[in-house]
């Protein structure tokens, strides 16, 4: 049976996929909302190359079905923690991986680190469990588990903190709770973390019964959104990056640089020789451009596009994006307070979140924009490049 075929198979439910090579060999280890829909998606065209070459390379794709999302992203890590599969690692060492941390003292919390920080805490002095793919995902995922099982973040100070007073604190700021009845909530994640759902049922049917009920049905919506949202942008394959500059400060040009799988694709950059819009109105070139590159329907669309501007760029751009029916992603990137990142009024909060990860790929494409642009003084550079 082809992989496709295989992949057609799998179940619409949440889970965690395994390729793998005629060897039997482990290839690369991903998680799903949906893995039917997920696992259909390592077949499009537009494919990451690093993904693509996988792929190809692959000759069975398993999976193991979990109840929920948050099931898969704690399988997703352990099973990466067991196997190290290539196409996980490759391209991306071990301190940019996400891992949550216990350090062991009194009233411990879980600490979300980089794996370059993991130097700091020694098996000794603290539990460590990942890796995880996504410090959005793990956090949303904490805030989930913190509803099950509370632990503090606070110190005692005799005042009950925000969080006690909202249920999501034991008590540490106030001595309401115990530190052996804090360890055990804090026991207790260590068990689901360990991927081990049906011993923890069993204890807290004992000793917990709410906490059993809470756990069986638990509420992972916000994660379920956002893993649909990150499945979908394919990590913005193809991110396209726009700035307009002026030369001898009357001729404007604008530049459209092109990232594939976070890397520069010149063969895909284009200069604009802005024609109508006048002289010195950065907003009406910017408009300009854009309908121009849109009306290229025959060009690959993008999965993100970034504007080297601030608010009033996207404002200025609403209606443009939507006279045009644009359904790809897309924001600013303003150069004032520490090069902020600029959304269009109604952008989900999920998207807000995703491209705040990605934030150094953003101001690469940007400043790539800009050195493009101002390579347009050469004109027998972008003789082939001009539309």
């Known amino acids: 049976m082809s992989l496709i075929d295989q992949a057609k ?8 996929y395994i390729y793998k090579d005629k060897e039997g060999e482990i290839l690369y280890i991903g998680r799903a909302t949906s893995l ?3 696992v259909l998606q ?6 990451d190359p690093r993904i693509g070459e996988m792929v190809s390379l692959a000759d069975t794709v398993t999976f193991k079905q979990t109840d929920t999302v948050l099931e898969a992203i704690i399988l997703e890590a352990n099973l990466i923690k067991k196997h190290w599969p290539k196409y996980n690692v490759k391209d991306k060492d071990n301190r940019s991986f996400v891992f949550i941390v216990f350090p062991k003292e009194d009233f411990p919390r879980p600490i979300v680190v980089r794996g370059r920080e993991l130097e700091k805490f020694p098996a000794s002095s603290a539990k460590v469990f990942g890796p995880y793919q996504s410090v959005t995902v793990l956090r949303n995922a904490l805030k989930i588990l913190r509803r099950i099982f ?5 110190k005692p100070t005799g005042k009950p903190c925000f969080d006690y007073q909202i249920g999501l604190c034991p008590g540490v700021c106030v001595g309401a709770i115990t530190k052996q009845d ?5 026991n207790n994640m260590v068990l689901l973390l360990k991927g081990e759902k049906k011993k923890l049922l069993k204890k807290l049917t004992k000793e917990n019964p709410q906490a059993a009920i809470y756990l069986k049905h638990i509420q992972d919506v916000t994660l379920v959104s956002r893993e649909e949202f990150h499945d979908d942008s394919q990590e913005f394959n193809r991110i396209e990056g726009y700035d307009i500059s002026h030369f001898a400060g009357k001729e404007t040009y604008g530049s459209m640089v092109v990232f594939t799988g976070g890397k520069p694709d010149n063969s895909q950059y284009r200069l604009f020789k802005i024609k109508n819009a006048p002289a010195n109105n950065d ?12 009306r290229h329907t025959e060009w690959p669309k993008p999965d993100l596009i970034l504007i080297d501007g601030g608010k009033p760029q996207i404002d200025y ?13 897309w924001l600013g990137l303003s150069k004032l307070n ?4 600029v959304f269009a009024a109604g952008t989900k909060n999920v998207f807000k979140d995703l491209a705040q990860t990605i934030k150094r790929t953003l101001q690469q494409v940007r400043d790539e924009a800009h050195r493009f642009a101002n390579r347009g003084r050469s004109r027998r550079y972008f003789n082939s490049n001009f539309k």
């Open 36 to 38: 039917r829909r997920r």
């Open 182 to 186: 804090y360890q055990k909530n804090i």
């Open 283 to 294: 907003l009406e070139a910017l408009k300009e451009m854009l309908e121009r590159r849109l």
């Open 317 to 329: 751009l609403a209606k443009t994006m939507e006279q045009y029916q644009m359904t790809a992603p």
């Open 150 to 154: 509370p632990y503090s973040t606070c």
């Open 338 to 341: 520490g090069d902020h990142l």
């Open 42 to 47: 390592y077949f499009r065209k537009d494919i």
């Open 9 to 16: 198979k799998l179940p619409l439910n949440p889970g965690v």
